[in-house]
């Protein structure tokens, strides 16, 4: 569940609207369709290593 305050935080009353999250994660999603490993190069926005996925 997402926290109240969260809500609250981007402007949607909590007493009206609730929400669920969930998700395996950046990191993860990287790792499967970039086939790419080392998530601190994607981060580094090095572009000779982000041009290799146009």
Request: hydrophobic content about 40%; glycine content about 12%; proline content about 6%.
């Given at each position: 569940m997402v926290h109240?305050?969260?809500l609250r935080n981007v402007g949607i009353d909590p007493e009206e609207y609730s929400g669920f999250a969930?998700?395996?994660g950046r990191r993860a999603?990287?790792?499967v369709?970039?086939?790419c490993h080392?998530?601190?190069?994607?981060?580094e926005n090095d572009l000779r290593f982000l041009k290799q996925f146009k």
């Open positions: 109240p305050n969260v969930c998700g395996n999603f990287n790792d369709t970039l086939q080392g998530f601190t190069f994607i981060l």
